[in-house]
């Protein structure tokens, strides 16, 4: 319990003195997480809408491909990104290792599967009916699919919040590609990991209470994204 | 490589068998750095230990600071660490009963093969680090706490090279505790601190051909031990500031009554005996000695 007691009060002391090393950690997190959610999101909404939209042969078994790569583990991806982007690697010459791109790379590796596989159900939970009436009504296929899209917003949101909390809370791929280089790479979770090999218990919790304070402030921000739906009447 | 995988799976395999079977009462649990175990001396040390006393050892390979806080927290039986002020500093403190001068090998500072720098040239370490600064090349530090970073503090303290030391302050049993490293000033472009074990180190400071210091041992292993190796060059050695002396600390049973003593005197008392020291003495990876016994 004194580990607790002790992380909070040093949480709490270390946002309000806006410590220049904690600010540079939680910027390099947000930074990385926002831009491997953007383009997580930009390839995998438009995918997941094809494959639910569309009927072709092999959907189920795409599907439950897609599903087996949901417990795709980081250190694999990691590994396999470092031997492609590593100074012996095909891509070696571009320098990308331990920088923040690299950790975008593996990062969307691993949340395209997940934005995929969720919006694909969100979208296959819209009555067909919306489709029909629409295209009565003379609407394009751009139209149905904006009108379903709209539908399913609360889903698809909700597909792209839990691709930000699993990049935000990842640690394998951040510390394989990434290097836990202070100031250049290292993460909120990668720096947690070292304050937990250094025995520096308390600052590692710390961290961890930093993260999750932040982490519900974006999904503030998400909330009012997703607007008023029939999950607030539940 | 593949025999130590051997020795290793055989160790493992032992330990499991023997341990259910006899003599379940003479496990050791050490705490001890990552150096130690990576260089492979306790694949040839614990055996010839077990053969002789009968003591299963069970390895908790950390950073200095963890196994050092292993030791505060009463985890293990035993540390085997390098940090002589802070091994020091465990004994004052009562955390351990009394420190075993064991053996010690040296630091080496590495540099890619063209030496951008020209830290070779340099007739000392100090001088060497400076050169590397003034330079502007990336220099790779562990960061993380370890007696690997402790050294690395002390040499650019020692160099005359300006420094800056930075503080945070976290809670600890309800007191404000100060926590500082040290590292050179206004040295954000060059420095990169990346808190990670020595081979990470090594290998991320290959990979963007940056200086960096190591234990001679884990380097002998990745230059010398390893397809592919790393192309880094010792850029400086031998001085006597770059000494590693190794040390065994038994837990203080008068904090933490339920460590073993008795079991870690023993193994204290056997490793600095003519038997262990041999055994260190002899060890050699790629064919070259890593360690110096220091209790003969």
Same mark, same amino acid.
């Given at each position: 319990m004194d580990l607790l007691f002790d992380s909070v009060r040093s949480a709490i002391g270390l946002l309000l003195a806006f410590d220049s090393e904690l600010v540079d950690i939680v910027v390099v997190s947000l930074r990385v997480s926002f831009f491997s959610t953007l383009f997580g999101a930009l390839a995998g909404v438009p995918l997941g809408f094809l494959i639910a939209y569309n009927q072709f042969r092999w959907k189920r078994m795409v599907i439950t491909c897609l599903n087996t790569l949901l417990a795709l583990p980081t250190v694999v991806i990691g590994l396999l990104v470092y031997s492609f982007i590593s100074?012996?690697?095909?891509? +070696?010459?571009?320098?990308?290792?331990? &920088?923040q791109k690299a950790i975008v790379i593996g990062q969307l590796i691993l949340i395209i599967p997940v934005i995929i596989s969720l919006t694909i159900s969100a979208i296959s939970r819209i009555d067909n009916r919306y489709r029909t009436s629409a295209l009565t009504l003379g609407a394009n296929n751009l139209q149905v699919a904006w009108v379903i899209c709209r539908e399913a917003r609360f889903g698809i949101i909700a597909a792209i919040i839990a691709a930000f909390g699993r990049v935000i809370a990842e640690v394998g791929i951040s510390m394989m590609l +990434?290097?836990?280089?202070?100031?250049? &790479?290292?993460t909120m979770t990668t720096a947690m990991a070292l304050e937990y090999d250094k025995g520096e218990f308390v600052l590692a919790v710390a961290l961890g209470i930093v993260l999750m304070a932040f982490a519900f402030a974006i999904n503030i921000i998400f909330n009012l994204l997703q607007g008023r739906t029939n999950a607030d009447t539940v | 490589m593949k025999r130590l995988l051997a020795i290793g799976v055989a160790l493992m395999l032992g330990s499991f068998t023997a341990g259910n079977t006899l003599?379940?009462?003479?496990v050791l649990k050490m705490s001890t750095t990552t150096s130690t175990e990576a260089s492979g001396l306790l694949d040839v040390l614990l055996p010839a230990l077990e053969k002789d006393t009968g003591i299963q050892v069970k390895v908790i390979a950390k950073g200095t600071g963890a196994a050092i806080r292993d030791g505060m927290d009463g985890n293990v039986d035993v540390i085997f660490v390098h940090a002589r002020d802070r091994e020091d500093a465990f004994v004052a403190e009562g955390y351990g009963t009394k420190r075993y001068a064991v053996m010690h090998n040296d630091f080496v500072v590495l540099g890619p093969a063209n030496d951008p720098a020209g830290?070779?040239?340099?007739?000392?370490v100090s001088s060497a680090l400076k050169a590397v600064s003034e330079s502007g090349s990336l220099f790779i530090s562990?960061?993380?706490?370890s007696g690997t970073h402790t050294k690395e503090q002390d040499l650019w303290k020692q160099s005359g090279i300006p420094v800056e030391k930075k503080t945070i302050t976290v809670v600890k049993s309800g007191k404000d505790v100060e926590i500082s490293t040290i590292r050179p000033?206004?040295?954000?472009?060059?420095y990169v601190s990346i808190g990670q074990g020595m081979g990470k180190t090594l290998t991320f400071a290959e990979e963007k051909q940056a200086y960096t210091m190591s234990d001679r041992g884990t380097y002998i292993k990745y230059k010398f031990g390893k397809?592919?190796?790393?192309d880094l060059e010792i850029v400086?050695?031998?001085?006597?500031?770059?000494a590693n002396p190794y040390g065994v600390i038994p837990v203080n049973p008068a904090k933490h009554?339920?460590?073993n003593n008795k079991l870690a005197v023993e193994f204290a008392e056997w490793i600095t005996s003519a038997k262990g020291q041999k055994v260190i003495a002899d060890y050699r990876l790629e064919g070259q000695q890593l360690f110096f016994p220091d209790a003969m």
């Open positions: 100074r012996r690697g095909v891509f +070696g010459s571009l320098e990308l290792l331990y &920088t +990434g290097g836990n280089a202070k100031g250049f &790479t290292r | 003599a379940s009462d003479k830290a070779k040239k340099q007739a000392d562990r960061g993380d706490d000033a206004n040295s954000d472009a060059w397809t592919p190796a790393i400086s050695e031998g001085d006597e500031q770059l009554p339920e460590v």
